[in-house]
């Protein structure tokens, strides 16, 4: 029969081989100020995150960062995939006033115009006898005048020029040459020409040459950053407490919780440490889907653990006097086949949503397999174990205590 409990000593050296380099490394992240350890994304730092491609395949992170420089905006620039540029700068304005087309008004060529003047004003600096009635004025100076025939040549009647002034001042389609309307600023290949990038797209093509594609352009302020964080941190202290009461609660004893919360605690470091680790190298990013990563792995660690502590207190009380850590170890064989195929079905979907899944839930993805792999290991070969030792510690202290006198009130 496989033992287990009597090869503890390896199994937690194997946890602490992957548990310290992990620690140095998130350690790392603030001695070095974010340059090593875990890389924050913008969810949680703030800032500006954008994607682009150059029509020139020979530019290079170096230069875009140096027109950045002059640009006086600080930034950090990689290669991403496809030939991407990865920039990272703070929060940068995306928008300016909005483009929207002015309400249609009478154009200053219409109203001003000489053709509407010359309508305009005979009808309203006409002489008295030029507006008189033909009927009663048979005068030939009358209907010679030239200020009449001025008046008839530019309207029929007075009444009839108003009314086609009204017209056209109320109409726009009747103004003889209407302004132009703004229009919006083309924006080939998808690339943001507006606000504060729209000026680093100008000087950046002004340097480099034309940017032909924008993957993303994701801005996040500061205070939003904050609250993720907080809450982040506060999702997975309450997480993490409320197991331990309940795991205390479940099982009448406190060490079952205790040791329940060690295996998560062991679980988070190792998840958290090889992101470090990989942030350090690869410059992986931790972003908001990481914190539902962590809540989904201790779920699942959990119910591992409780598998395992169950079937111990089963054995417990069917096999009362036996050595603790016999029953231990039996417990964790008899659990072991079904811990190991429940994890492997979780495992093989999540390998395949790795290897063929987008890009956007990688992060994600990674975070949950490792995670669900550390949760299966520290449920049998690290949470039952470290139960057996505390075990084994209070049982040499009982016996100590019985072997001394007892001092009673008063002596």
């Known amino acids: 029969m496989l033992d287990i409990i009597g090869k503890r000593r390896w199994f937690f050296l194997f946890s602490g081989l992957i548990v310290v380099p ?3 490394f998130i350690l790392l992240g603030p001695i070095t100020g974010g340059k090593a350890g875990l890389q924050f ?3 949680y730092t703030g800032g500006t995150k954008w994607e682009i491609h150059f029509k020139s395949a020979s530019v290079t992170p170096a230069q875009v960062q140096g027109v950045l420089t002059a640009q006086g905006v600080e930034s950090q620039v990689q290669n991403s995939s496809d030939g991407y540029l990865l920039i990272r700068t703070v929060p940068l304005g995306l928008i300016e006033g909005p483009a929207a087309t002015p309400a249609p008004s009478v154009s200053p060529v219409a109203s001003g115009s000489p053709e509407a003047s010359a309508a305009a004003s005979p009808a309203t600096s006409a002489s008295p006898a030029a507006s008189a009635s033909p009927a009663t004025s048979a005068s030939p100076a009358t209907s010679a005048s030239p200020a009449a025939s001025a008046s008839a040549a530019a309207s029929a009647s007075p009444t009839a020029s108003g009314s086609a002034a009204a017209a056209a ?12 309307s703004p229009s919006p600023t083309p924006i080939p290949g998808g690339v943001t020409r507006t606000g504060e990038v729209g000026t680093l797209v100008t000087a950046l093509e002004s340097a480099l040459g034309p940017i032909d594609s924008q993957r993303s352009l994701t801005t996040v302020g ?7 964080t907080q809450q982040a941190i506060l999702l ?3 997480g993490s407490l409320g197991i331990l009461a309940w795991m205390t609660f479940r099982f009448r004893d406190f060490r079952f919780g205790a040791t329940a919360l060690v295996a998560l605690i062991h679980d988070v470091i190792v998840v958290v440490g090889i992101f470090a680790i990989l942030g350090t190298f ?6 908001a889907l990481f914190v539902t990563a962590m809540l989904t792995i201790i779920g699942f660690s959990v119910h591992d653990t409780i598998v395992v502590y169950d079937r111990i207190r089963e054995n417990r009380a069917r096999h009362a006097g036996e050595n603790f850590s016999s029953i231990v170890n039996h417990s964790i064989l008899q659990t072991l086949a079904r811990s190991i195929n429940t994890s492997l079905t979780v495992v093989f979907t999540l390998t395949a949503l790795l290897l063929f899944a987008g890009s956007s839930i990688q ?3 990674l975070a949950l397999l490792i995670g669900i792999t550390s949760g299966t290991y520290s449920s049998i070969f690290n949470a039952a174990p470290l139960l057996t030792v505390w075990e084994e510690w209070e049982e040499r202290r009982r016996v100590a205590a019985s072997g001394r006198p007892v001092r009673r009130a008063g002596t």
């Open 169 to 180: 001042s109320a109409s726009p389609a009747a103004s003889p040459s209407p302004s132009p």
């Open 222 to 228: 500061p205070v939003i950053s904050s609250e993720l």
């Open 282 to 287: 690869f410059k992986t990013e931790v972003d």
């Open 41 to 43: 994304s913008i969810d």
């Open 22 to 24: 992990g620690l140095f």
């Open 363 to 365: 992060t994600f993805i």
């Open 236 to 238: 997975v202290l309450i």
